[in-house]
């Protein structure tokens, strides 16, 4: 198995292709096929979306971290997403029956301009960025990982909220058959739900995420389309989302529903405020033995503390 | 080649089971670290975090031979399975040497051997409570299970004081229960066996005491 550790300040293979030549690819493949050099398939799968061979997604590294990346194996084999079995492996084996083609999601509710988006158009919409975040879950493990996506507010803004909206509900595809987890009573009820507060929604931080290690997702790690927050643990960053609705009172989520004194919702990491069955001081990153202190806000605080200003963080967890 | 006698077996078999589970989490943990790289650790089995899960499967292991512990008075009522009398203080002991090891990775590896946070985690989550009183109560049955031991203390009252493995039993099927994020069905396997198990003891003495009075 080949596990590939790029520093943060090496060159992408995007980066060192001439932007012309890059820019021109879609000629340069038809003259390939034309000298019958490759398949036909490979221009259509060229055409109408960034999406190239292999799944890569083209975009711009616009945030670094000092800190090593975890490995694209531990990312994609190290996941709770229930929907797919409750063991944290159990998603790499079980989420290849979902289907991410056809998938469009919808914007609604009070919104000027509700829309439905293919997933293909969604990704096309925006420039594509590279992001690496630090991912830190309620149980306290944590990784770094290169996201690719554009930021939420991008999407928002292009269905124009009403000045009623003050937040933003989230929802996972419902469907038992692709995700056998729905099948089971791992949660009360199904499909998965989060939510955000709208000034929450449309920071710059806010990922809505499509790809990462420059590919599109894979589909445990919540294909074809996620939510990224990064100061926020992990259960908030909702996955493979179908609809997106703006409403006016504080949505339903998930695990808030399944347990409300210890899953609160906003679910900002704090190293202050405990899980009432375990420590949030520290966590274990992955490709580490030993644990390290957690960051207030994962380590985002001077981003995003000045949204929870004058805030109760104990009551407001 | 000679087989391995019956004799030997009954000797040996627990131990030699009961070593096993062990021996491969030590022989994966020399893997590891011969390799030098953490994210191997999949790779061998051991999860993405290692050390978690090597707590997690320390305890599952304590858990599992405290349910064989108590199930060998139940099976040796059969005639055929008297024997397994013999196997009830080595598997209580590798049940106290898995919760000991438990205990240590979590208190070496997780909180760096800190006693004040020990303290803090045994004091706010119920859960590290549960388990922490649990292994207080099976230290003295450890400690008691020589022969001299029994003898000192006289057969009733040692029998009394081993009473406290039930004790052990209910603490650590909560503990467990606790410890799942959401509803799992394995804690709740385990709790209704232990609780099978405890039940067996309770229901045959009431219908002895009844045989007794219908004379």
Redesign the interface.
Known sequence: ?L?RHTPPDHPAEREVTPEALYASRRTVLAGMIAAGLVPSAALAAETGSPVGRGGALSSHRTRSLDESL??L??VT??NNF?EFG?G??DPARNAGGLRTRPWSVTIDGLVAKPRTIDIDKLIALFPLEERVYRHRCV?A?SMVIPWVGFPLAKLLALVEPLGSAKYVAFETLNDPRQMPGQRT???ESWPYVEGLRLDEAMHPLALLTLGLYGKVLPNQNGAPVRLVLPWKYGFKSIKSITRIRLVDSMPTTSWNR??PHEYGFYANVNPEV?H????QAHE?R??????RKTLPYNGYGEEVAGLYRGMDLRRWF | MRLPSAVFLRRWGVQLAMALPLALLVWRWGLLLQGGDPEASRALGLTAEPVDHTINYLGLWAIRSLCLTLAITPLRRIRALAWLAGWRRPLGLWCFAYASLHLTVYFGLDLLGSFSELVKDVLKHKFILLGMAGWLLLLPLALTSTRGMIRRLGARRWQRLHRLIYGVAVLVAIHFILRVKGFQIEPWLYAALLGGLLLMRVVPRARGRLAWRAI
């Open positions: 198995m596990i975890t490995s194996d531990s084999h190290y229930y409750l944290k492996e149980e493990w009573g791992a949660l399944e347990s405990d009432p069955r375990w420590s274990r992955i490709g580490d033995f030993l644990p």
